[in-house]
């Protein structure tokens, strides 16, 4: 029999699409969407119209992951540390 190894695909492959399409979903909402008037602000800019989806985004990635992390010690289990450690080293 021969030895041959896949190759795992890579982590940030999967991240950068995450991130490319999360992206992708708030430029398509800015363009579909109608803009929301804010009552006492006359006109807030291009950053700040497009800073905030981009920002608030980020914050639900974030947030994601935040909680992901913490429940990951739970759904490995904790009586299986050979198959844990090297997971836990990774995260």
């Known amino acids: 029999m021969s030895d041959v190894r896949t190759a795992a695909p890579t982590h940030y492959r999967v991240l950068a699409g995450l991130v490319f399409g999360a992206l992708a979903g708030v430029a398509l909402g800015l363009v579909l969407a109608p803009p929301l008037v804010v009552a006492g602000v006359v006109d807030a ?21 935040v909680v992901g992390l913490s429940i990951l010690p739970k759904l490995l289990g904790f009586d299986r540390p050979t198959h844990t450690e090297p997971v836990m080293r990774i995260a």
């Open 45 to 65: 800019g291009a950053a700040v119209r497009y800073g905030l989806p981009v920002t608030r985004v980020l914050l639900d990635i974030s947030a994601t992951i």
